[in-house]
């Protein structure tokens, strides 16, 4: 009985494992929406890529106090730090904060600054894909302080697992 349990923990170990490792590639919808990209170093550290497009829906003001939408594009990279305190019965369900920047493009602007993403992933057990909801502090820094959020909902496939 001691050898079935023991196999078992060490087969559900080693699938936990699995999304740790590897390229993942997928879409983030929300504010902004696009492209996400992460790379697990192992099992509580990672890096997260966004190149995403806001639609529209974020309002700016421009220099003369008027209010206006804006088509941008956002380029973002984080250092994330995953913790697995939340116990499913099925794959895993880390939670995640983080520390990056991201630089804004469109409408001839040109914004710069930190970004602090927290958010909750589900690594499916046995798959190649999880999903993931996050929400991030972003504070434009350049040309002026503008705090604000950035969030959305996605999911990413990850390449060369089985």
Known sequence: MKKILLILVVI?????????????????????????????????????????????????????????????????????????HIKVKKGAMPWYWGLGGRIVIGNDRFRIGPRVPAGLIYQFAGATVELFTELALVVDMVPGFYPGFNGGIGFRYFFGQK
Request: glycine share 10%; aromatic share 16%; hydrophobic share 40%.
């Open 12 to 84: 559900s170990f080693s699938v936990l494992q699995a999304h740790n490792t590897g390229f993942g590639l997928g879409l983030i919808l929300g504010a902004p929406s696009g492209l996400d990209a992460r790379i697990y170093l192992n099992k509580k550290n990672s890096l997260n890529f966004i190149a995403a497009w806001d639609l529209g829906v974020n309002r700016y003001k421009d220099k003369d106090g008027n209010l206006y939408t804006a088509d941008m594009l956002h380029l973002s990279f984080d250092f994330d730090f995953q913790y697995y």
